[in-house]
């Protein structure tokens, strides 16, 4: 790595020592992590690791144009990320790096990132360490003998700094993977699907209402394992509870109804269903008493894993909800620690106010497929907690807080849902968590169309139209390409202040405001050669700056123009594009777009 400025006075104060550019006199000394722009790890890894006591390898880096220390958990991403081209562009050159040195711990590797030792690392300079690779997480020790006994425990190999960067630790292209990712997560999901349709095919052995049966919870407890019970049309005032593999299957006006406490239908067994039925009655209850538990998240737990529902699935494996029609003040379905559940084809009504209401479908560590079903009101549409692997897709969801909720979960594809009239945000992802796909989705008239946050994903095709925010662009590491903001308040909001995306081939039409940037390092769009398309743009011109008062109005303010085009003007950029100091916050398009990529007269109002 090398500093490369075109004018003489910045290189002459400058000294190159090993990999790092250094202003002689001016080392900076570590910082404490939590006081770092961090990147690296979901926030539940990072909790758990906490819980359990584990140690992360960190890294902090100093950069010359920087004014913020960049943290990173794990020294894999600091190594993928402290030579990234597009980051020394608006950061400058790293000048410093501290990396957590484990000499006297007596580390030992844990599944997940982890190292347990019995011992606190310390910062150490990062050239100065000796690296052990693939023994699990990469763990840097300040004596050699101590990394060469730590590998010859573990098997992994002992390297110098120059070689550990050399590695690089590429992760996947998000970009270039995507249409892979998206088409793997869909056929997964196909497959659950699949098989959770299998439920329906069963013979019905019991009828309610026939040979003595007279309640649901009585034909549930005649049924043999693999059996359906059918319920026919009429009002049951009953709580069931399906403890054993059967498939409840409603005829046309059949209506479960609840007592207006509690779950109506709690299945406790593998391979269940409920299929074809309406159910109300729900109790109101939203949250269990408090407790001490034993896991990182149980606080999230007691709050969201214990609300009356329509249909709860505790601890089951392979459970399905279709075709039903459920009215509820709390949550419609629950799925706690279920594998494989499905909801397809149902339709959750929640209340007016959605501080009066909670979830439409809850997922707390169940990575289920919801899909083709429609939600009105209550407070979020889906809601999910460490659900990794969740699917959400070709729903409609109007009214409430929330449309899709994502709390500590990665790996999830959102796609092709339609989001209206939401309170805060159609599509809103919290607690940095990593591998997202968020495609394809539809979402007006609410305060937020799409907010981002997290590391690594990817957010493509969703058109955002006359949402008081479009998209907000939290996530780092991240491709966000083919969206559509349009008649927005602001179309986009760049907040995240670590400027390491890729934002490429976006549209931006007719916006009060086409974007704003929050504090930190100019922010550069595009990406070989292709840009993004504005509006507001003059046709033609080689690098627009949407948030740049001059650039933002050349095509409303008169004699604006002109001054564009002046040599003050353009002297001054030229000095941005050379030094990065003299840049202020802020986008630039390197590649404005002369056509729209999506936008067409089919997206209207």
Known sequence: MRLTVGIAVAVAALVVVGVFVVDPGTTPEPVEFGDTVRMGMSDADLREAEFEGYEVPQAQVFYSQYRFVVGFNGVESFARNVGERRHERVWGTPTKAYVTDFSGTNPSPVEGGFVETDGTPTWTDAEELWYVVEAGPVVPFSAREDAERYADEHGGETVGFDALLDRGFPAPDVREAADAVVDERAEKADENVDGAHELLDRNVSV???????????????????????????????EHVVVDKPVTLVGEEGARVVGHGNGTVVSVEADDAAVV?????????????????????????????????????????????????????????VLFFDTEEGVVSETTVRGTDEWLDGFMGVLTIRSPAVVENSSFHGGRDSVYSHDSDGLVVRDNYMEDGRFGVHLMYTSETLVRGNSIRDKDLSGVIIMTRPTGNYVVGNDVRDSQNGVSTVGTRSYFADNVLVNNQNGLRI??????????????????ARASSILPSNEVVENDFVDNDVQVTSAEGAMRIWGDDGVGNYWSNAPSG????????PVDSSVTSVDGMVTFRDSPTYALFRGLETVIPGMRSSGIVDESPLNEPVAYNETIHD
């Open 207 to 237: 009828t309610v209402g026939m040979d003595g049966v007279g309640t649901v919870q009585e034909a549930v407890d005649a049924a043999e394992e693999g059996d359906a019970v059918r319920v026919p049309e009429g009002v049951y005032e």
């Open 276 to 332: 074809s039925l309406s159910i109300s009655g729900v109790g109101d209850e939203t949250a269990d008493a408090p407790g001490h538990g034993t896991d990182w998240d149980e606080t999230v737990e007691r709050a969201y894993g214990h609300s009356d529902a329509g249909v709860v699935f505790n601890g089951t494996a392979r459970g399905l909800v279709r075709g039903v029609d459920i009215d509820t003040p709390s949550t419609g």
């Open 474 to 491: 939290g996530a780092r590491s991240s491709v966000y390409t083919r969206n559509v903001m349009a008649r927005n308040g602001h179309g």
């Open 541 to 548: 011109v080689d690098e627009f700056r949407p948030t740049d």
